[in-house]
């Protein structure tokens, strides 16, 4: 399975990105699909998740009411809307699928991971 993620860039605090992330799986319905960050000296982090099944997501606290993950299975793709964008969300965004996964916080769940796209949000 391969993952390519895009869409980060530059944008001032207030501003919104939409970050895109396409598998290369013909089940890409059976993934949970995750959004993780990794900010400059900091570790990994979780950000948001879209359970395989059910329609269920779950977003980091300090994300929640901001960002909206949401998957189009037909396009094999997964979205992360961010809104509200402040200098704190600055980081590497990684997309993550885990076949039948059942959890989504713990990035040691997930078996396939993409390259990474970095979001800069300027004060």
């Known amino acids: 399975v391969r993952l390519q993620a895009f869409g980060g860039g530059l944008v001032q605090a207030g501003g919104s990105l939409r970050l895109s992330c396409t598998a290369s799986?013909?089940?890409?319905?059976?993934?949970?699909l995750s959004w993780f960050r990794q900010a400059p000296g900091k570790e990994r982090e979780f950000a948001a998740g879209a359970l395989w099944s059910g329609g269920t997501s779950r977003y980091a606290d300090s994300v929640k009411g901001r960002f909206t993950i949401s998957r189009d299975n037909a396009r094999n793709t997964v979205y992360l809307q961010m809104n509200s964008l402040k200098p704190e969300d600055t980081a590497v965004y990684y997309c993550a699928a885990d076949r039948y996964g059942l959890e989504f916080i713990d990035g040691r769940d997930y078996d396939y991971w993409g390259q990474g796209t970095l979001v800069t949000v300027s004060s």
């Open positions: 799986v013909r089940t890409f319905s059976t993934y949970t």
